[in-house]
């Protein structure tokens, strides 16, 4: 305690403790001197800085205030519930039918992209079925019009695209989303019905009445029993390629009227024959001028049975099949990217999808063959060799399927087996013994083609010199073997006999059936 003197005598003020920020308390010290203060002393002077809080209050305080900032007022919810609308740009403020119409005239497919008010309006299922005829739709620019090709285009005001427009348009096409399988097949029709227009009824041909109303019939899509139609108009414009040609300038002088077939394969290709001319001219349902990557490659776990079937409809209704109803030569403008396609021949092996596989080898031979840059010259189509050697490492808990893979690849091309590989060694004599383990399982398959296989590498030198000077003397042909052929014999009689006979063109052979796709499915049932 202290002491002070005044006036009235002593008067004493007691010294309290106080509570510092760490929690501690301060006690006075009892030597120490007292300061004046200009404060009455009824009002203990204030300990310098902000002033402490206790945890349980700070924590509840803190709670309280994060709850009450939860709760907007009235007038702070109605301004933030509802943010003031994005004004439209002049582009999304026009009509959708103007939008289309820019749309349809850019053919830039990233319109959509730019906003979501543009893609609502371009994406609809009229805009898709116009792209898809456009981007498949073989139509020379030289070719005439009419109003049954506008009524059947509608909304486009149609201008055919050149061929580079058309491949970009393609590739473009092929990358959306929305180009399914479903999409393009329904499509398909209508890409033949416009050829058909185009190529016999704008020419000016006429038909009698009974040929009339069944080419009719066959266009509504009631009927595809009759497929040939017989007509009379003036001589056709001669293709470029035979504008040299003396017997075909000749015929193309005479005054008509000529006669023509028109012969359509429903999903597949239409053919106008002239029989004065004695030419054929044909164009296939889909115009595919690149196969997609994206298809070729499959996906990080394989192929998926659609994934199949797209590419079987594809390779069938663009006509990329040696056909053996049909005097033309075989020959595609399609191309294909081989290193990606072998990239998923690779994934279809060691996924062990052998439909993938087979259509996937089907491709790439008919277009390595036939591509209209070869001009009709035969060539030696070869595979990578890796292919049988992947064969010989996956696959092997399943004899029967591993020897149908490597067979598989012995169709396509049998000379690119490398033969001085260990691993096709090893193969083979793993196979010859589990015939002789199990004979009655293993022997007719694995055993034969094992046996086979042992003798055709020792004789491959000798192939592979063969076929560079007779590119013809391929073993096999479009999966087709030459029964004339010295070492097509023995294949036949050291794997293929008495039970399987020898293996023809197997180009058409498809898991896609072309012919379930063209009347309408109304029209059977009413049927």
């Known amino acids: 305690m202290g002491s002070r003197k005044g006036s009235d005598g002593p008067v004493t003020r007691e010294k309290k403790d106080r509570v510092l920020p760490s929690g501690r308390v301060s006690r006075p010290n009892a030597n120490a001197k007292i300061a004046k203060s200009a404060r009455s002393p009824s009002k203990p002077k204030r300990p310098p800085g902000r002033p402490f809080k206790m945890p349980a209050r700070s924590s509840s305080s803190q709670l309280s205030s994060r709850s009450t900032s939860a709760v907007p007022s009235p007038a702070t919810a109605s301004l933030t519930s509802t943010p003031a609308p994005r004004p439209l740009s002049m582009l999304e403020a026009l009509p959708v039918e103007v939008i289309e119409q820019i749309f349809l005239y850019s053919l830039n497919l990233n319109l959509p992209r730019a906003s979501p008010v543009l893609a609502a309006a371009i994406s609809r299922e009229q805009i898709y079925r116009i792209l898809i005829i456009l981007a498949f739709w073989d139509d020379p620019p030289t070719n005439p019009r009419s109003a049954a ?65 069944a080419l009719d019939k066959f266009m509504n899509r009631q009927d595809d029993t009759i497929r040939i139609f017989h007509g009379e108009g003036p001589p056709l414009k001669v293709a470029p390629h035979l504008c040299q040609h003396p017997e075909m300038q000749r015929l193309s002088r005479i005054p008509g009227p000529h006669k023509y077939q028109l012969h359509v394969k429903p999903m597949v290709m239409v053919e106008v024959r002239s029989e004065t001319m004695k030419s054929i001219v044909a164009w296939p349902a889909l115009a595919i001028l690149k196969f997609p990557d994206h298809l070729l490659r499959g996906g990080k776990t394989g192929f998926t049975p659609d994934d199949v079937m797209y590419l079987e409809m594809l390779r069938m209704c663009s006509n990329n099949f040696a056909q053996n109803d049909t005097p033309l030569l075989p020959s595609t ?195």
Not at 171 to 179: H, P, Q, S
Not at 185 to 195: C, D, G, S, V, Y
Not at 351 to 367: F, G, V, W
């Open 333 to 527: 403008i399609s191309t294909v990217d081989r290193t990606v396609l072998h990239e998923g021949v690779g994934n279809a092996i060691r996924t062990q999808n052998y439909n993938a596989l087979i259509s996937l080898l089907k491709i790439d031979e008919y277009i390595f063959r036939f591509h209209m840059s070869r001009q009709g010259r035969p060539v030696c189509y070869t595979i990578p060799s890796d292919h049988f050697l992947t064969v010989t490492r996956v696959g092997r808990d399943k004899p029967h399927l591993n020897a149908a893979f490597f067979e598989a690849l012995i169709r396509a091309s049998a000379e690119s087996i490398p033969s001085n590989a260990p691993e096709i060694l090893q193969w083979t004599l793993e196979n010859v013994r589990l015939s002789q383990r199990n004979p009655n399982t293993y022997n007719e398959i694995n055993g034969k083609l094992a046996h086979w296989l042992s003798n055709f590498v020792l004789r491959l030198p000798e192939q592979l010199d063969y076929i560079q000077e007779f590119p013809q003397g391929q073993l096999f042909n479009c999966g087709q073997l030459d029964p004339l052929d010295m070492e097509a014999c023995r294949f036949i009689e050291e794997v293929l006999e008495p039970w399987r006979g020898p293996p023809t063109n197997w180009m058409p052979e498809s898991l896609f059936r072309i012919d379930d796709w063209w009347v309408k499915k109304s029209d059977l049932s009413e049927n």
């Open 149 to 213: 090709i506008n009524r059947i285009l509608r909304p486009l005001d149609y201008v055919s695209l050149t061929l580079d427009q058309r491949g970009r348009l393609q590739e473009a096409v092929f990358r959306c989303r929305w180009c399914t399988m479903e999409r393009l097949r329904e499509q398909i029709p209508t890409i033949i019905i416009l050829t058909i227009h185009q190529q016999w009824i704008n020419l000016g041909i006429t038909m009698k009445p009974d040929q009339q109303a």
